[in-house]
């Protein structure tokens, strides 16, 4: 049986950067970036930098400067041939793939999405420059023929033959929910079909050595170099290597802006846009606002939970507490519909001294 082989097991050898230079063409397609010969920076390990493919694609590819910076610190992206002398690397070659690894990482977040049809619509434009591909097949035929094709051969315009509705009709009813969800599936395959059609392109050679190393207990242990033919195929395996972590995110429904997504969360908008949004209704509602400031202040002695976090109160006297709190927010309710706002704001002072007023003779008991 083969020694099972996890990623913490693989040793990634260090690269080497070289020195280049722009050389400029009247015709910007024929510029090439050229390497000085005898001039070598030092070695270093592209995976100890954990977004080096996001600062690839971040590259504004009309600036050469941009480009010659990375060059300088993390070295050139295609493959070394020491028998090329100068070794050089066309310009366009760079242009092609900044906006490939564009692609990919966009790709990757728009899987990677929980609401990824409010994503798609928040980088359309993003997504416009795909060109091809099996999600933008997808959209593209979504939006120009939805509605369109005859049901009953599904290959050409409808032309009210009759057969669709009835069709429609003898067809089980899905619920707008479930069509959501099986809307979200096929962009997301979309994505992972397109994804996968670029790893495979673009990782390139791998070379993978084995090795024999021994733990504190001098057991055996299997370990294993890896190593790569250009920087280019380094960034694609750290994003691979990302995507199968699979971080969720989700699109703001408000600022458009991609987050880190919990389980917990139960909805779509961000912690900036969220207490925006409670700042407006703080404005447009102050009275409400207080009602409910008060009783989130109340539920330290009575929580909806059951366990009170004030450990002065027992459960006989915490059930007291939340007679008292309900009474108090029922009336509160009706008091915000009938009085004025400095009118309520006394009121409702003069009931939070009521019922602090009753938690300490509770907790003198």
Known sequence: MLPVV?????????IKKRIFEFKPNENLALSYFMEIRGDYADEYNPFTIKDLYRQFANI???????ILRFIKQFGHIGVYDDKAKPYAEKYIYWCQEINQMRKAVLLSELYSSVNIQLTIRAKENQIKKLEKGL??????????????????????????CGQCEALIKSMPQISEEEKTKQEAYDLRIACLFDLQEIFKSKIGQMSFTPYIDVDGNNKPRFISDLSFDSLISVMYWQLYMDFFENERFF?????????????????????????????????????KYAHDKFFRKTLYYVTDSGVSQCWAIDEEQRETLK??????????????????????FKWLKEQEDLFMRKVNKLKEE
Do not use: W
């Open 6 to 14: 996890s990623f913490s097991q693989v040793r990634y050898p260090d």
């Open 60 to 66: 504004n590819e009309a600036r050469i400067d941009e």
């Open 323 to 344: 007679i008292l709190r309900d009474k108090l927010k029922e009336n509160s309710l009706h008091k915000m519909k009938t009085m004025g706002e400095k009118g309520y």
């Open 135 to 160: 999600l933008f097949e997808y959209l593209r035929s979504d939006k120009k023929n939805h509605g369109k094709c005859c049901l009953s051969t599904r290959d050409i315009e409808c032309t009210n």
């Open 251 to 287: 699109t703001c429904e408000k600022c458009f802006g991609l987050f880190p997504y919990s389980s917990k969360k139960t909805s779509f908008i961000c912690e900036r846009c969220l207490g925006q949004k409670k700042s407006k209704e703080r404005l447009n509602n102050p009275k």
